[in-house]
């Protein structure tokens, strides 16, 4: 059986029962556990003897949206003369609904039965709603072919508000009220329709429910779509706001990157200046070296070939002096870390040279060396002097008198 819709059927029982409501012909236990009853509030609303009631009320229940189209029929209750009781069915529709007419006629033939099968002389004669004797209606299985989609409609959200309609609910009126109503059921949890004066009368006296006639149904419809509108240029409002701020964040984020990109773009173009004018400094660099390098050994040849120191120490200067030069301009480069750090091994390597200022250091390196020599000598001859003379001592004490050894000891 499909569980897209189903049926309740509820009334009054007296003592100790009260109101009660069974589901039949589908539905679930989870629904079954969490849906509102389908009794009245009848300090609001009140059902007189030959008089009925429809409504059209959503729910939320089992992780479920529902739809419940009811009807209401004054019974009896067994040994009671209590007032307002009433014997009733429902048709549950499952997050879908079908066609209007469909569902009348379905929730009508369903009532009758229940009805002709539960009353005597409109008084109900069982104690419980699970003992309803209940015949399922002609057009039930054809309600599954015609369902449709509920849009535009908030289950979850409760108002807690409830309309009368004092109106004609023949089948074919209520058709044109039940597919109305759906939209006021944002504003409405349940809407009543009902054609006895008694009934309307009763509403309007409590003053708990809203009542209006058929021209104040027609208004709220109105007020509805007005508000529908006022909502949807709120929303068409909100979304051309929000599209004009997003047309201003987007120039505003296009102008930061672009600016962002030129400016590393210039970066780039700098690095790429800094990078070709230092890989120009290192191949000067590297051929200063090389050319510096050269003028040493033709030095060394010149030095071996003629001997002539003082012209070559001349020479060396001069070398020398352009080599630091060179050096020293392209040393200062502004370059890249990288770069930088091959200035600074090639300084070190420079600073642990073991002959920093080249021939001439190499000269001045042997003078200490000679100077050096010339003290050890110094040394040596004055350590034999000194031997020399105890040797000399030790001898005169060896062959002096005695006489004079006597007078020294005094």
Known sequence: MDNTYFFSAFGTFGNPNGFRQTFFLGGNQSIAKEIRTFDLKTDAIKLFPQSNIYSIRKDYAGGCNLISYSVYTFAKEQNSDRGGTFIGSSLLFVNKIASEGLIINALNDFQNSLEKNNLSEDTITINHSDQFSIRKPKDFDKIGFNVREVDELDFTRSNNNYLVVYCETNAAQLQIFFSKAIDLLNVYDTIYFTQSHEIGEFVKQKRIFKIVDTDGFKKELDYLEEERLRALQNAIAELEKEKVALQDEKTKLLEDLNRQIMQNEKRHQENEAKIKESKNGIEVISKEYDQYSGKIETLIRDLTADGKVESAKKRHLENKRSFNHTIQQNRNIESLPSLSS?????????????????????HSSGRNQEKEFRLDGFKVATLALSLLLIGTLILCFMWMPKEYLKMLSL
Not at 342 to 362: A, C, H, I, V, W
Request: glycine share 14%; charged share 15%.
């Open 342 to 362: 091959s200035s600074n091994g090639r300084t070190q390597t420079t600073k642990e040279n073991p002959y920093p200022t080249g021939l001439s250091g190499f």
